[in-house]
Protein backbone atom coordinates (compact mmCIF):
# COMPACT_ATOMS: atom_id res chain seq x y z
CA UNK A 1 0.00 0.00 0.00
CA UNK A 2 2.46 2.58 0.95
CA UNK A 3 4.51 1.68 -2.22
CA UNK A 4 1.60 2.31 -4.39
CA UNK A 5 0.81 5.53 -2.59
CA UNK A 6 4.67 6.73 -3.35
CA UNK A 7 4.09 5.71 -6.59
CA UNK A 8 1.08 7.69 -7.63
CA UNK A 9 2.33 10.68 -5.09
CA UNK A 10 5.72 11.18 -7.52
CA UNK A 11 3.90 10.44 -10.73
CA UNK A 12 2.27 14.24 -10.47
CA UNK A 13 5.20 17.00 -11.08
CA UNK A 14 3.12 19.80 -13.06
CA UNK A 15 2.66 23.26 -12.44
CA UNK A 16 -0.65 24.49 -14.36
CA UNK A 17 -2.14 28.00 -15.12
CA UNK A 18 -5.48 28.44 -15.87
CA UNK A 19 -5.23 30.18 -18.83
CA UNK A 20 -6.23 28.92 -22.26
CA UNK A 21 -6.08 30.95 -26.00
CA UNK A 22 -9.45 32.07 -27.35
CA UNK A 23 -11.67 31.65 -23.99
CA UNK A 24 -14.33 34.05 -23.90
CA UNK A 25 -17.22 34.31 -21.78
CA UNK A 26 -21.42 34.74 -23.04
CA UNK A 27 -22.62 37.27 -20.72
CA UNK A 28 -26.87 36.27 -20.47
CA UNK A 29 -29.43 38.43 -19.32
CA UNK A 30 -33.04 37.67 -18.78
CA UNK A 31 -35.59 40.48 -18.92
CA UNK A 32 -37.01 40.19 -15.69
CA UNK A 33 -37.23 43.21 -13.07
CA UNK A 34 -34.84 43.07 -11.45
CA UNK A 35 -32.60 41.54 -14.23
CA UNK A 36 -30.98 38.03 -13.41
CA UNK A 37 -27.53 37.36 -15.18
CA UNK A 38 -24.99 34.98 -15.73
CA UNK A 39 -21.55 34.11 -17.54
CA UNK A 40 -20.83 31.37 -19.59
CA UNK A 41 -17.64 29.66 -20.98
CA UNK A 42 -17.52 30.01 -24.70
CA UNK A 43 -14.29 29.25 -27.21
CA UNK A 44 -13.98 30.91 -30.35
CA UNK A 45 -10.92 31.71 -33.05
CA UNK A 46 -9.03 35.63 -32.30
CA UNK A 47 -8.25 34.82 -36.13
CA UNK A 48 -11.78 34.78 -37.51
CA UNK A 49 -13.10 37.57 -34.92
CA UNK A 50 -12.13 39.97 -32.24
CA UNK A 51 -14.69 40.24 -29.27
CA UNK A 52 -15.11 43.50 -27.12
CA UNK A 53 -12.84 43.73 -24.12
CA UNK A 54 -15.69 44.83 -21.53
CA UNK A 55 -19.39 44.43 -21.86
CA UNK A 56 -19.44 48.06 -22.03
CA UNK A 57 -18.69 47.86 -25.80
CA UNK A 58 -21.07 44.50 -26.33
CA UNK A 59 -23.98 44.74 -28.00
CA UNK A 60 -27.15 42.09 -26.32
CA UNK A 61 -29.07 40.41 -29.00
CA UNK A 62 -31.80 37.96 -28.30
CA UNK A 63 -31.18 34.44 -28.11
CA UNK A 64 -32.56 32.14 -30.31
CA UNK A 65 -32.76 28.72 -29.36
CA UNK A 66 -32.05 26.01 -32.26
CA UNK A 67 -30.33 23.38 -30.90
CA UNK A 68 -32.95 21.02 -32.45
CA UNK A 69 -31.51 21.45 -35.45
CA UNK A 70 -27.27 21.56 -36.59
CA UNK A 71 -28.25 23.94 -39.46
CA UNK A 72 -26.09 22.26 -42.31
CA UNK A 73 -29.10 23.28 -44.50
CA UNK A 74 -30.84 27.03 -44.31
CA UNK A 75 -34.18 24.66 -45.70
CA UNK A 76 -34.10 23.33 -41.98
CA UNK A 77 -34.79 26.84 -40.22
CA UNK A 78 -38.00 28.60 -40.94
CA UNK A 79 -38.15 31.51 -42.69
CA UNK A 80 -37.30 35.02 -40.66
CA UNK A 81 -36.50 33.17 -37.56
CA UNK A 82 -33.14 34.41 -37.20
CA UNK A 83 -33.19 37.65 -38.16
CA UNK A 84 -31.05 40.39 -36.26
CA UNK A 85 -30.71 37.13 -32.84
CA UNK A 86 -27.87 35.24 -31.64
CA UNK A 87 -28.64 31.56 -32.70
CA UNK A 88 -27.51 28.37 -30.95
CA UNK A 89 -27.08 25.08 -33.11
CA UNK A 90 -25.48 22.01 -32.50
CA UNK A 91 -22.91 21.11 -33.17
CA UNK A 92 -22.13 17.95 -36.16
CA UNK A 93 -22.62 16.80 -39.61
CA UNK A 94 -21.09 20.10 -41.54
CA UNK A 95 -18.08 22.55 -40.87
CA UNK A 96 -18.34 25.38 -38.40
CA UNK A 97 -17.94 27.32 -41.88
CA UNK A 98 -20.68 25.82 -42.99
CA UNK A 99 -22.75 27.30 -40.21
CA UNK A 100 -21.56 30.45 -40.32
CA UNK A 101 -22.23 31.09 -43.79
CA UNK A 102 -25.89 29.34 -43.34
CA UNK A 103 -26.42 31.45 -40.45
CA UNK A 104 -25.49 34.61 -41.98
CA UNK A 105 -27.25 34.32 -45.09
CA UNK A 106 -30.16 34.54 -42.95
CA UNK A 107 -29.22 37.44 -41.01
CA UNK A 108 -28.13 36.42 -37.70
CA UNK A 109 -25.58 38.28 -35.38
CA UNK A 110 -23.98 36.23 -33.68
CA UNK A 111 -23.94 31.90 -34.09
CA UNK A 112 -23.28 29.74 -30.94
CA UNK A 113 -22.91 26.07 -31.39
CA UNK A 114 -23.85 23.66 -28.68
CA UNK A 115 -21.13 20.67 -28.16
CA UNK A 116 -21.87 17.87 -26.02
CA UNK A 117 -18.38 16.92 -26.09
CA UNK A 118 -15.25 18.59 -24.53
CA UNK A 119 -14.97 22.17 -25.64
CA UNK A 120 -11.47 22.58 -28.25
CA UNK A 121 -10.23 25.07 -30.20
CA UNK A 122 -11.67 26.48 -33.48
CA UNK A 123 -8.90 25.58 -35.65
CA UNK A 124 -10.35 26.04 -39.55
CA UNK A 125 -8.71 28.24 -41.68
CA UNK A 126 -8.82 31.98 -41.34
CA UNK A 127 -8.86 32.46 -45.08
CA UNK A 128 -12.14 29.92 -45.67
CA UNK A 129 -13.84 32.55 -42.81
CA UNK A 130 -13.04 35.89 -44.94
CA UNK A 131 -16.34 36.29 -45.89
CA UNK A 132 -17.99 35.69 -42.42
CA UNK A 133 -18.31 38.82 -40.20
CA UNK A 134 -20.85 37.55 -37.12
CA UNK A 135 -18.45 35.86 -34.35
CA UNK A 136 -18.62 32.23 -34.28
CA UNK A 137 -18.35 30.26 -30.92
CA UNK A 138 -18.78 27.02 -29.11
CA UNK A 139 -20.61 26.42 -26.17
CA UNK A 140 -21.25 23.29 -23.71
CA UNK A 141 -24.60 22.48 -24.42
CA UNK A 142 -25.19 21.47 -20.51
CA UNK A 143 -24.68 26.02 -20.34
CA UNK A 144 -27.51 26.15 -22.93
CA UNK A 145 -29.75 23.87 -21.37
CA UNK A 146 -28.55 25.89 -17.86
CA UNK A 147 -29.44 29.37 -19.57
CA UNK A 148 -33.40 27.90 -20.28
CA UNK A 149 -33.52 26.83 -16.80
CA UNK A 150 -32.26 29.66 -15.86
CA UNK A 151 -34.10 32.66 -18.00
CA UNK A 152 -36.74 30.74 -19.38
CA UNK A 153 -37.17 31.71 -22.96
CA UNK A 154 -36.70 35.17 -23.46
CA UNK A 155 -32.85 35.78 -22.58
CA UNK A 156 -30.45 38.46 -23.85
CA UNK A 157 -26.66 37.55 -24.77
CA UNK A 158 -23.45 38.91 -25.72
CA UNK A 159 -19.62 37.87 -25.97
CA UNK A 160 -17.04 39.47 -24.70
CA UNK A 161 -13.18 38.55 -23.78
CA UNK A 162 -11.57 40.61 -20.88
CA UNK A 163 -7.99 40.29 -20.99
CA UNK A 164 -6.25 37.53 -19.01
CA UNK A 165 -4.68 39.01 -15.57
CA UNK A 166 -1.07 38.88 -15.81
CA UNK A 167 -0.88 37.71 -12.45
CA UNK A 168 -3.26 35.82 -10.08
CA UNK A 169 -2.57 36.17 -6.47
CA UNK A 170 -3.73 32.61 -6.23
CA UNK A 171 -0.49 32.07 -7.22
CA UNK A 172 0.87 33.35 -3.33
CA UNK A 173 -1.24 31.26 -1.62
CA UNK A 174 0.11 28.55 -3.84
CA UNK A 175 3.58 29.54 -2.92
CA UNK A 176 3.29 29.68 0.86
CA UNK A 177 1.68 26.45 0.72
CA UNK A 178 4.59 24.50 -1.21
CA UNK A 179 7.51 26.60 0.96
CA UNK A 180 5.45 25.54 4.43
CA UNK A 181 5.17 22.31 3.50
CA UNK A 182 8.50 21.74 2.30
CA UNK A 183 10.31 23.30 5.46
CA UNK A 184 7.88 21.43 7.79
CA UNK A 185 8.76 18.63 5.98
CA UNK A 186 12.29 18.88 6.40
CA UNK A 187 12.33 19.82 9.98
CA UNK A 188 10.07 16.99 11.05
CA UNK A 189 12.74 14.50 9.12
CA UNK A 190 15.27 16.21 11.00
CA UNK A 191 13.05 15.47 14.50
CA UNK A 192 13.11 11.82 13.71
CA UNK A 193 16.50 11.35 12.97
CA UNK A 194 17.32 13.50 16.38
CA UNK A 195 15.52 11.20 18.22
CA UNK A 196 17.57 8.01 16.12
CA UNK A 197 21.04 9.40 17.37
CA UNK A 198 19.59 9.76 20.75
CA UNK A 199 18.45 6.28 20.38
CA UNK A 200 21.63 4.42 19.10
CA UNK A 201 22.96 5.20 22.49
CA UNK A 202 20.83 2.38 24.19
CA UNK A 203 20.58 -1.08 22.74
CA UNK A 204 17.02 -1.46 24.02
CA UNK A 205 15.64 2.09 23.22
CA UNK A 206 17.39 1.91 19.88
CA UNK A 207 15.31 -1.82 18.93
CA UNK A 208 12.14 -0.04 20.32
CA UNK A 209 12.75 2.64 18.05
CA UNK A 210 13.51 0.56 14.93
CA UNK A 211 9.94 -1.54 15.79
CA UNK A 212 8.09 2.53 15.83
CA UNK A 213 9.38 3.75 13.00
CA UNK A 214 7.99 3.12 9.27
CA UNK A 215 10.79 4.50 7.04
CA UNK A 216 12.08 3.76 3.42
CA UNK A 217 15.17 4.39 2.03
CA UNK A 218 15.82 4.47 -1.39
CA UNK A 219 18.83 3.66 -3.39
CA UNK A 220 20.09 4.52 -6.64
CA UNK A 221 18.67 1.04 -8.24
CA UNK A 222 15.09 1.61 -6.46
CA UNK A 223 15.27 4.98 -7.15
CA UNK A 224 15.58 4.10 -11.65
CA UNK A 225 13.38 1.19 -11.05
CA UNK A 226 10.45 3.64 -9.43
CA UNK A 227 10.90 6.09 -12.07
CA UNK A 228 10.38 3.58 -14.72
CA UNK A 229 6.99 3.11 -12.91
CA UNK A 230 5.91 5.96 -13.06
CA UNK A 231 6.31 6.65 -16.80
CA UNK A 232 4.48 3.39 -18.07
CA UNK A 233 1.86 4.64 -14.89
CA UNK A 234 1.21 7.96 -16.40
CA UNK A 235 0.61 6.21 -19.99
CA UNK A 236 -1.67 3.95 -18.55
CA UNK A 237 -3.61 6.71 -17.55
CA UNK A 238 -3.89 8.27 -20.65
CA UNK A 239 -5.32 5.48 -22.35
CA UNK A 240 -7.05 3.67 -19.57
CA UNK A 241 -7.94 7.63 -17.25
CA UNK A 242 -11.99 6.46 -16.82
CA UNK A 243 -11.22 3.13 -14.95
CA UNK A 244 -7.72 3.91 -13.35
CA UNK A 245 -8.90 7.83 -12.00
CA UNK A 246 -11.26 5.48 -9.43
CA UNK A 247 -8.06 3.66 -8.15
CA UNK A 248 -5.95 6.67 -7.46
CA UNK A 249 -9.14 8.67 -5.61
CA UNK A 250 -9.23 5.39 -3.91
CA UNK A 251 -5.32 5.23 -3.05
CA UNK A 252 -5.82 9.12 -2.13
CA UNK A 253 -8.69 8.56 0.48
CA UNK A 254 -7.01 5.60 2.35
CA UNK A 255 -3.18 7.53 2.27
CA UNK A 256 -4.36 10.72 3.08
CA UNK A 257 -6.38 9.61 6.30
CA UNK A 258 -3.21 7.60 7.18
CA UNK A 259 -0.97 10.67 6.66
CA UNK A 260 -3.54 13.12 8.27
CA UNK A 261 -3.84 10.47 11.48
CA UNK A 262 0.44 10.35 11.19
CA UNK A 263 0.83 14.03 11.19
CA UNK A 264 -1.74 15.10 14.11
CA UNK A 265 -0.90 11.86 15.72
CA UNK A 266 2.72 13.55 16.44
CA UNK A 267 1.00 16.76 17.91
CA UNK A 268 -1.30 14.88 19.79
CA UNK A 269 1.57 13.07 21.65
CA UNK A 270 3.18 16.36 22.47
CA UNK A 271 0.30 17.22 24.54
CA UNK A 272 0.45 15.60 28.25
CA UNK A 273 -3.34 15.73 28.81
CA UNK A 274 -6.09 13.10 28.12
CA UNK A 275 -3.64 10.33 27.99
CA UNK A 276 -6.31 7.30 29.59
CA UNK A 277 -5.71 4.08 27.87
CA UNK A 278 -8.02 1.08 26.89
CA UNK A 279 -7.26 -2.37 26.40
CA UNK A 280 -8.03 -5.27 24.00
CA UNK A 281 -6.53 -8.01 22.85
CA UNK A 282 -3.54 -7.64 25.32
CA UNK A 283 -2.49 -4.82 24.14
CA UNK A 284 -3.76 -0.77 25.16
CA UNK A 285 -4.19 1.98 22.70
CA UNK A 286 -4.85 5.80 23.76
CA UNK A 287 -8.58 6.55 23.41
CA UNK A 288 -7.50 9.94 22.06
CA UNK A 289 -5.93 8.39 19.47
CA UNK A 290 -9.23 6.16 18.60
CA UNK A 291 -10.96 9.07 17.62
CA UNK A 292 -8.53 10.39 16.23
CA UNK A 293 -8.53 7.83 13.62
CA UNK A 294 -12.12 7.90 13.47
CA UNK A 295 -12.34 12.00 12.45
CA UNK A 296 -9.25 11.49 9.85
CA UNK A 297 -11.30 8.22 7.93
CA UNK A 298 -14.37 10.88 8.40
CA UNK A 299 -12.29 13.59 6.60
CA UNK A 300 -11.37 11.36 3.88
CA UNK A 301 -14.30 10.16 3.05
CA UNK A 302 -16.34 13.45 3.34
CA UNK A 303 -13.94 14.32 0.40
CA UNK A 304 -14.86 11.59 -1.29
CA UNK A 305 -18.45 12.08 -1.40
CA UNK A 306 -17.77 15.62 -1.90
CA UNK A 307 -14.73 15.73 -4.35
CA UNK A 308 -16.65 17.95 -6.80
CA UNK A 309 -18.02 20.50 -4.71
CA UNK A 310 -15.76 23.53 -5.84
CA UNK A 311 -16.92 25.98 -3.40
CA UNK A 312 -15.42 24.14 -0.86
CA UNK A 313 -13.71 20.61 -1.13
CA UNK A 314 -10.70 22.20 -2.31
CA UNK A 315 -9.85 23.46 1.19
CA UNK A 316 -10.15 19.76 2.77
CA UNK A 317 -8.08 18.25 -0.43
CA UNK A 318 -5.29 20.95 0.19
CA UNK A 319 -5.65 20.22 3.61
CA UNK A 320 -5.51 15.90 3.00
CA UNK A 321 -2.34 16.61 0.82
CA UNK A 322 -0.54 18.68 2.58
CA UNK A 323 -0.81 16.09 5.29
CA UNK A 324 0.40 13.41 2.62
CA UNK A 325 3.36 15.19 1.19
CA UNK A 326 4.48 16.02 5.06
CA UNK A 327 3.82 12.17 5.78
CA UNK A 328 6.20 11.02 2.66
CA UNK A 329 9.09 13.85 2.96
CA UNK A 330 9.15 12.51 6.92
CA UNK A 331 9.10 8.57 5.86
CA UNK A 332 11.43 8.18 2.86
CA UNK A 333 14.45 8.80 3.54
CA UNK A 334 17.50 9.61 0.94
CA UNK A 335 20.64 7.81 2.12
CA UNK A 336 22.92 10.66 0.51
CA UNK A 337 23.18 12.87 -1.82
CA UNK A 338 23.97 10.73 -4.79
CA UNK A 339 20.31 9.42 -4.59
CA UNK A 340 18.91 12.50 -4.39
CA UNK A 341 20.77 13.79 -7.70
CA UNK A 342 19.56 10.39 -9.40
CA UNK A 343 15.75 10.83 -8.25
CA UNK A 344 15.76 14.90 -8.76
CA UNK A 345 17.43 14.27 -12.26
CA UNK A 346 15.35 11.44 -13.55
CA UNK A 347 12.25 13.39 -12.76
CA UNK A 348 13.28 15.96 -14.39
CA UNK A 349 14.11 14.66 -17.43
CA UNK A 350 10.49 12.68 -16.65
CA UNK A 351 8.87 15.31 -16.37
CA UNK A 352 10.14 17.94 -19.40
CA UNK A 353 9.54 14.89 -21.63
CA UNK A 354 6.23 14.01 -20.84
CA UNK A 355 5.39 17.79 -20.71
CA UNK A 356 7.13 18.86 -23.86
CA UNK A 357 8.09 16.03 -26.06
CA UNK A 358 5.27 14.14 -26.41
CA UNK A 359 2.97 16.80 -28.14
CA UNK A 360 5.06 15.29 -31.47
CA UNK A 361 4.19 11.95 -30.60
CA UNK A 362 0.39 11.97 -29.16
CA UNK A 363 -2.00 12.31 -32.18
CA UNK A 364 -4.20 15.66 -30.97
CA UNK A 365 -0.72 17.24 -30.43
CA UNK A 366 -1.12 17.62 -26.89
CA UNK A 367 0.97 16.72 -24.00
CA UNK A 368 0.17 14.02 -22.25
CA UNK A 369 1.24 15.41 -18.87
CA UNK A 370 -1.42 18.17 -19.33
CA UNK A 371 -3.74 15.85 -21.14
CA UNK A 372 -3.86 13.48 -17.15
CA UNK A 373 -4.29 16.65 -15.39
CA UNK A 374 -7.62 18.18 -17.25
CA UNK A 375 -8.63 14.46 -17.61
CA UNK A 376 -8.41 13.08 -21.19
CA UNK A 377 -11.87 13.17 -23.72
CA UNK A 378 -13.92 15.96 -21.20
CA UNK A 379 -14.07 12.90 -17.84
CA UNK A 380 -15.24 15.34 -15.50
CA UNK A 381 -13.22 13.39 -13.05
CA UNK A 382 -10.03 14.47 -11.89
CA UNK A 383 -6.85 13.21 -10.31
CA UNK A 384 -6.64 14.60 -6.73
CA UNK A 385 -2.98 14.67 -7.30
CA UNK A 386 -2.64 18.42 -6.74
CA UNK A 387 -2.84 21.26 -4.25
CA UNK A 388 -5.07 23.61 -5.78
CA UNK A 389 -6.29 27.23 -4.97
CA UNK A 390 -9.87 28.79 -7.14
CA UNK A 391 -8.45 31.84 -8.97
CA UNK A 392 -8.51 34.79 -7.36
CA UNK A 393 -8.48 37.25 -10.53
CA UNK A 394 -11.93 36.67 -12.31
CA UNK A 395 -11.11 35.72 -16.31
CA UNK A 396 -13.16 33.70 -19.10
CA UNK A 397 -10.58 30.96 -17.61
CA UNK A 398 -13.12 30.87 -14.51
CA UNK A 399 -15.43 29.91 -16.22
CA UNK A 400 -13.58 26.97 -18.79
CA UNK A 401 -12.34 23.58 -18.04
CA UNK A 402 -9.52 24.89 -15.11
CA UNK A 403 -11.27 28.09 -12.34
CA UNK A 404 -7.85 26.34 -10.23
CA UNK A 405 -4.55 27.07 -10.05
CA UNK A 406 -2.82 23.84 -9.51
CA UNK A 407 0.44 22.52 -8.00
CA UNK A 408 1.23 18.66 -8.25
CA UNK A 409 2.61 16.54 -5.11
CA UNK A 410 5.21 15.52 -7.01
CA UNK A 411 6.84 19.45 -6.82
CA UNK A 412 6.90 19.62 -3.20
CA UNK A 413 7.53 16.11 -2.57
CA UNK A 414 10.83 15.65 -4.07
CA UNK A 415 12.54 18.64 -3.41
CA UNK A 416 11.26 18.57 -0.28
CA UNK A 417 12.95 14.76 -0.49
CA UNK A 418 16.48 17.13 -0.75
CA UNK A 419 15.41 19.11 1.71
CA UNK A 420 15.11 16.26 5.09
CA UNK A 421 18.10 14.87 3.56
CA UNK A 422 20.07 18.29 4.50
CA UNK A 423 18.36 18.63 7.73
CA UNK A 424 19.06 15.27 8.52
CA UNK A 425 22.92 15.83 7.73
CA UNK A 426 22.38 19.23 9.87
CA UNK A 427 21.90 16.76 12.54
CA UNK A 428 24.25 14.37 11.83
CA UNK A 429 26.98 17.04 11.70
CA UNK A 430 26.00 19.47 14.11
CA UNK A 431 25.97 21.72 10.96
CA UNK A 432 23.56 24.50 12.66
CA UNK A 433 20.84 23.83 9.87
CA UNK A 434 22.82 25.78 7.22
CA UNK A 435 22.21 23.01 4.34
CA UNK A 436 18.44 22.88 5.45
CA UNK A 437 17.91 26.38 5.37
CA UNK A 438 19.82 27.12 2.16
CA UNK A 439 18.50 24.46 0.47
CA UNK A 440 14.49 25.71 1.60
CA UNK A 441 15.30 28.94 0.44
CA UNK A 442 16.84 27.92 -2.79
CA UNK A 443 13.21 25.88 -3.04
CA UNK A 444 11.28 29.11 -2.22
CA UNK A 445 13.45 31.07 -5.48
CA UNK A 446 12.80 27.93 -7.65
CA UNK A 447 8.96 27.93 -7.02
CA UNK A 448 9.76 32.09 -7.88
CA UNK A 449 10.87 31.56 -11.03
CA UNK A 450 8.28 28.80 -12.08
CA UNK A 451 5.46 31.66 -11.67
CA UNK A 452 7.57 34.32 -13.57
CA UNK A 453 8.51 31.85 -16.17
CA UNK A 454 4.52 30.42 -16.11
CA UNK A 455 3.04 34.13 -16.30
CA UNK A 456 5.54 35.32 -19.34
CA UNK A 457 4.65 31.74 -21.61
CA UNK A 458 1.33 31.41 -20.37
CA UNK A 459 1.30 27.57 -20.55
CA UNK A 460 1.47 24.60 -17.95
CA UNK A 461 5.19 24.18 -16.92
CA UNK A 462 7.15 21.24 -15.58
CA UNK A 463 8.15 22.92 -11.97
CA UNK A 464 11.00 20.48 -11.59
CA UNK A 465 12.82 22.07 -14.73
CA UNK A 466 13.73 25.16 -12.08
CA UNK A 467 13.28 23.47 -8.80
CA UNK A 468 15.30 20.53 -9.26
CA UNK A 469 18.61 22.90 -10.60
CA UNK A 470 17.97 25.43 -7.52
CA UNK A 471 17.75 22.93 -4.80
CA UNK A 472 20.84 20.65 -6.42
CA UNK A 473 23.31 23.50 -6.94
CA UNK A 474 22.77 25.18 -3.97
CA UNK A 475 23.23 22.56 -2.07
CA UNK A 476 26.05 21.07 -3.92
CA UNK A 477 27.79 24.71 -3.15
CA UNK A 478 27.25 24.59 0.54
CA UNK A 479 29.02 21.37 0.70
CA UNK A 480 31.52 22.49 -1.71
CA UNK A 481 31.96 25.30 0.51
CA UNK A 482 32.57 23.64 3.98
CA UNK A 483 34.27 21.03 2.13
CA UNK A 484 32.15 18.56 3.01
CA UNK A 485 31.53 17.23 -0.42
CA UNK A 486 32.56 13.91 0.06
CA UNK A 487 30.82 13.34 3.02
CA UNK A 488 27.53 15.10 1.98
CA UNK A 489 27.76 12.80 -1.67
CA UNK A 490 28.28 9.16 0.34
CA UNK A 491 26.13 10.11 3.27
CA UNK A 492 27.15 9.21 6.86
CA UNK A 493 27.96 6.17 8.27
CA UNK A 494 25.06 6.22 11.05
CA UNK A 495 22.42 6.54 8.06
CA UNK A 496 23.80 3.69 5.98
CA UNK A 497 24.30 1.55 8.78
CA UNK A 498 20.90 2.09 10.55
CA UNK A 499 18.24 2.70 8.42
CA UNK A 500 15.56 0.87 8.72
Known amino acids: MR ?5 WAALWGLLLPTVAADEGILHASGNGVPAVTK ?12 LPKSLDNATFRPLENLTSTVLCNSSEVPSGSMKDKAVVVMRGNCTFLEKARIAQSSGAKMLLIASKPRLSPLSDNKTDFEDVTIPVALIRYSDIVDMQLTFGSEVNVTLYSPPLPEFDYSMVVIFLIAVFTVALGGYWSGVAELENLKAIASPGERETRRKKEENVTFTPVTVILFVVICCVMLVLLYFFYKWLVYVIISVFCLASAMSLYNCLA ?3 GEIPFGQCRIACCNKSTEVRLIFLA ?7 VVWAV ?3 EDRWAWILQDILGVAFCLNFIKTLKMPNFKSCVILLGLLLLYDVFFVFITPFITKNGASIMVEVAAGPFGNSEKL ?37 YCRRFDVQTSSSSVYYISCTIAYAIGMVLTFVVLALMKMGQPALLYLVPCTLITSSLVAWRRKEMKKFWKGSNYQVGWMP
Do not use: K, Q
Not at 391 to 410: H, I, K, N, Q, V
Open 306 to 308: FRN
Open 384 to 420: PVVIRVPRLEYSASTLCDMPFSLLGFGDIIVPGLLVA
Open 294 to 300: VFCIAAA
Open 39 to 50: DYCIIYNSNWVS
Open 3 to 7: AAALL
Open 266 to 268: ALI
